[in-house]
DNA sequence: GGCGGGCCTAACGGATCCTTAACGGCAGGG
DNA sequence: CCCTGCCGTTAAGGATCCGTTAGGCCCGCC
């Protein structure tokens, strides 16, 4: 079955959307603002994504930039806004296509079985770890935040390298020392606090409490995903 | 080198096209019916095919149709018919995307954008890297900023050419030392600043606040196109 | 031999980053 | 209640790194 996000803040367009996508037989979830849309994405595995822009809560667009940062899931934007701007600010921020309102079903139809044809065989491993605050690329490295880089020193980047390749688990204050400064630095000194302090700084939303840089008291730190 | 042909029986919007495409850094090929774009599409090595529907010998669908026995190639199609049914026709026969006349040049652009994105997901990478300053050809040796061709010495080519193929990637100094240099080079010296000066001079628009040739201070450099 | 392009070295101002120290909050134990 | 670890936070110094310029060396070419 082929998995698709509709997302709308319109409930009535959203039960149309989803009615004529299901008799068409595809299996489809919806999400009525940006911040649900991105918790559902990363939950089901989606073969596409229907985007509405205009969303109560985050711009359309920044939704896909944060969606892109991960997922090279098909986008189809829908939108109000038929001016050309608009149109190549979406398309060039990661959308696939972009219909305007009012629009007919069979052509919302022809255009994702479009989509979906044309990314039928591809699927690609990503080396990227993803919470919902921040993105961590392995690979590239790199760390954005709501669609925005964030600039890691280097040794804030080891530190969260070493966390986030063990996600969930506990690292030890010794372990993160010789692995960043060397064995010579295993004894305890402050240096950790003051880059973890950083690190949240950085990228945790409300730096007193940590929603995934947790601190273990007396052991050590653990990344939670 | 990113081939497009275009296809229109007006010889006035095809020049627009065409120049238009040219100076957003793509090769060219044009026809102006369906026959003869057949005929060029079997011949030249195509990322991308710009369809008019309105053709004088053949009906534009059954080009597509045609096209698609044997290729794969992504086809926008431009059309003066706005129905629902010509667009599901058209995209049904094997069409990606559907523009109707008139449309803004940014928007076509923007849609072609998004197609070569996601159809470069399947093939080696790209031959050409664009930005909005200069354009690198690895399979040519050549880089042209404004259309005029820049001279670069061996060096930095080799530089540039390391970080264009690991686009947003961050490539470490000692990785560009040693690729450069050799592994006996691989202690850090400050030839790689003295040419990445020498880079930026001659590629960015403001050197001091560089847009696509970035430093990651401490450890390396990033290319973004 | 003169000349020019390409490459390396040296040096300096400025930006960035690491380290260190000091302070406050918090919990547990005397 | 105070004392003691442990942690988080901030600020400031000094060290390091970066960009830039200038000059010298080497080699191929006229």
Redesign the pocket.
């Known amino acids: 079955m082929t998995g698709v996000l509709v997302v709308d803040d319109d409930p009535h367009l959203l039960r149309i959307l989803k009615l004529a996508l299901e008799t068409s037989g595809y299996a489809v979830t919806t999400a009525v603002d940006g911040r649900s849309a991105l918790l559902a994405a990363t939950q089901n595995p989606l073969a596409l994504v229907i985007l509405d822009l205009g969303l109560p809560d985050i711009d359309g667009v920044t939704v896909i930039k944060e969606l892109r940062e991960w997922s090279r899931v098909p986008v189809l934007v829908l939108s109000a806004r038929h001016t050309s701007e608009d149109k190549v600010e979406a398309l060039d921020a990661g959308a696939d296509d972009y219909l305007t309102k009012p629009f007919g079903p069979d052509e919302l139809l022809a255009r994702l079985r479009a989509l979906l044809r044309r990314s039928a065989d591809l699927q690609p491993p990503e080396p990227v770890v993803v919470t919902e605050n921040f993105t961590v690329d392995l690979a590239k490295h790199r760390v954005s935040r709501e669609g925005a880089d964030v ?1 890691l ?4 980047w080891k530190i969260l390298e070493i966390l986030v390749r063990n996600p969930e688990k506990l690292i030890t204050h010794r372990q993160l020392l010789t692995d960043v ?1 060397g064995p010579a630095y295993a004894k305890d ?3 950790l ?6 690190l ?2 950085k990228l945790e939303p409300d ?2 409490n940590p929603r995934h840089l947790l ?1 273990e ?3 050590g730190y653990r990344f939670q995903p």
Do not use: D
């Open positions: 600039r020193t280097p040794i804030e400064w000194s402050n240096y606090r003051v880059f973890m302090a950083q949240r700084r730096t007193g601190t008291a007396g052991i």
